[in-house]
């Protein structure tokens, strides 16, 4: 085992050009953890926010600092009592770069055993590098604050979600359930969300929302699944059926415009901030692999990238209508 990995790391918050490549001292599994040897890393809207510092209300930063939630790889140690996984698994995990330990930008990450999930022999490492935050992301906002189920009707606003996701995978969930489906997307991602599963393909760009979701929903849907925040979306209390749902996933945008809380009370809709939760996303991330091989989930098309080429897919993530999930190739010889 080398003692020094290859990692892309920032030294303080800044643009793209902050991200480094560099050595630093591979870190040693404690207990209930594994050391994984990462072969990709999926790039989230999360990494930029992170390199910019906006994630330091949840973590203190220690620099150099290692990005990165998500990942997929091969373990090569288990630190003590790591039951259940073994050297030579094929895994993916979710970081707990969220708790402020070093992320996936690296050749090794170690991570708690409760959070690694074994690959089946039909997942390669780079679809599954793309899985963690945006699929648990949208786990969360269709079933724990979404209560999505059978025969109810969901806008997904922010469907095309391919930079990160949330949006493509939340429609495929939706559609597991026995749900209906309208997507919100720009004009080049109408084909896409239908592929995916959505009834309803709203240009966000072109005229009312709410009254095109009305005339396919009359009351209301069940539920709105809110993956662009920022205001975007300005009159949805009243697209929502009397007495339902919005789910909010936080963007972490300092000066986010709320959904109007006012009109949201009046007719006794909920807003439920939504968010990827660390202490649940091993079992859900268990549900998601078991989609996949069932045949009823798949990734956005993947672009890859070599791990040095960090700071580029962070300029296409951060651009906000990437189509094509950005993955590192971390290990390998061209990384
Ligand atoms: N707090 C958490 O735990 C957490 C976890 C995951 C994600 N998030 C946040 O959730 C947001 C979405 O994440 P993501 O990974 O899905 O991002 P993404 O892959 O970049 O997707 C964003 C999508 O939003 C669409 N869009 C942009 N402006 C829009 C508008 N005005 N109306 C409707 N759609 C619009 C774009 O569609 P077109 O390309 O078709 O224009 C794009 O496909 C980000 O802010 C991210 O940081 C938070």
Redesign the pocket.
Known sequence: MPRLMRAMVIDRFGGPEVLRLAEVPVPEPGPGEVLIRVSHAGV???DW?CREGWLAPFFEYRFPFVLGFDLAGVVVKAGEGSTGVAPGDRVLAYSKQGQGEWGSYAEYVRASVDGVVHLPPDLGEAEAAAIP??GI?AWEGVFEAGRLGAGQKVLV??G????????SYAIQLARHAGAEVAA???P??QDYVRDLGAALAID?RDGDIGAKLAQWAPQGVDLILD???CG?LPRAPEMVRRGDIIAA????VADEAPHDAASAAQRDVHIVPT??NYARSGAQLRQLVALFGKGGLRSPPLSILPLREAAEAHRR?QS????GKIVLRVSGAEA
Do not use: D, E, F
Request: proline share 3%; net charge positive.
């Open positions: 989230n809207p999360a926010k935050t945006a992301t606003h922010g095309a979600g391919g930079a990160g996701g949330v949006g919100t997307c720009g080049a991602n966000y993956a662009v925040g975007s996933i936080a963007t972490l968010m990827g993530v906000g209508h990437v189509r």
